[in-house]
């Protein structure tokens, strides 16, 4: 198969990320510019300031980056870009970028599916997994688990039927006044919280099925705050009871979609799997049912533009091509692909 040198450029939502790989040598380099100052005083993401950004870091992170690498623009084969899922406005900033440096330099496009990049992303990694693989996908956005039989073949076999975890994470972290993002201050400030004060509710594992609800659970922080003495014993209390809660749900979930499918190799990806009492769960049940769990490196769990560039490789192997016109798909199933 012929070596390509792709151009990996992520902009669904609020972290400008760059990557260069080569389909002979790998991961040659990356460059990530996060939004986080820009929207913590919001205590989320505003669509808007989030696109002017995009606009203003793209060009210099490629300046960034090819200089780190040693390569010049005219040696790319490729450039991959984002075109969905994510915010409408951040991701034509991404396409149009992306689309027309493609156009200049006379070499192919291709717009990628995000979650698709995410679970790729372990195969980022020196040991990567063999398909086929259950992959729970769990960020800010999404909560899925998908049955991976091999690349372009999905089945989504359930996900969050109102809050992802990490936006229950961010609400409930807003809840405790973490601060924005909330899920590593809340991972933090639940390390010490006593897990055996509060029991918080496992959503949906009660009955069968692979859906996740989340949305709950910050409710259920909220009244026992307004229950119990508002101090820093029981707010911490309170962090630990969710995270807990959080962490078994996902870990439940997991387990009988291993089981279902009979797949004993699961991965997970996506901004909450950097939380390491979800990576301790996880190995722990695919254990117990005889699998191998396999996650990137944390810098690969939020959005990067190495998991662009990684997927767009792939597909651009296969042949696929996108035309010179461009447009994104804020809403965008896997299962389209």
């Not at 992520?10 to 100052?37: F, I, M, P």
């Not at 808007?48 to 793209?58: G, I, K, M, N, V």
């Not at 989340?214 to 969710?242: Q, Y």
């Amino acid at each position: 198969m012929q070596n390509m040198l792709v151009l990996g450029i992520e902009t669904s939502c609020d972290e400008t990320g760059l990557a260069l790989y080569d389909s002979d040598r790998g991961l040659l380099g990356h460059r990530l510019y996060s939004q986080v100052e820009i929207h913590a005083e919001f205590g989320g993401v505003v669509p808007e300031l989030a696109s002017r950004d995009h606009l203003r870091r793209a060009v210099p992170l490629l300046t960034e980056l090819l200089a780190s690498t040693g390569c010049n623009r005219r040696e790319l084969d490729a450039v991959a870009y984002t075109r969905g899922p994510g915010l409408v406005g951040a991701l034509l900033v991404g396409a149009a970028f992306g689309r027309s440096l493609a156009w200049a330099l006379g070499v192919p496009a291709i717009g990628v599916h995000h979650m698709e990049a995410h679970l790729l992303a372990p195969m980022l990694e020196a040991q990567s997994p063999e398909l086929p693989f259950v992959a729970l996908l769990v960020s800010g956005g999404h909560t899925q688990l998908v049955e991976v039989r091999r690349i372009g073949d999905y089945v989504l076999l359930g996900e969050s039927l109102d809050d992802a975890a990490g936006e229950a994470f961010d609400k409930t972290a807003k809840l405790l006044d973490l601060g924005y993002p909330g899920g590593p201050a809340l991972e933090a400030y639940a390390a010490s919280g006593d897990p055996q004060r509060f029991q918080f509710p496992r959503p949906m594992t009660n009955r069968g099925g692979l859906d996740f609800s989340f949305s709950g659970l910050k409710t259920h922080a909220a009244t026992t705050l307004r229950k119990n003495h508002n101090d820093e014993s029981t707010r911490r209390a309170v962090a630990r009871a969710f995270l807990d809660a959080v962490v078994d749900t996902l870990g439940i979930k997991c387990r009988r979609a291993l089981e279902a499918t009979g797949v004993k190799t699961l991965i997970a990806a996506g901004g909450v799997s950097a939380n390491q009492a979800l990576r301790k769960r996880l190995h722990e049940v695919a254990a117990n049912v005889g699998a191998r769990v396999y996650c990137p490196r944390s810098e690969f769990c939020t959005d990067n533009g190495a998991m662009i560039a990684y997927a767009g490789a792939v597909r651009l192997q296969a042949g696929e091509r996108s035309g010179l016109g461009f447009g994104v798909k804020p809403r965008w199933s896997l299962e389209e692909l």
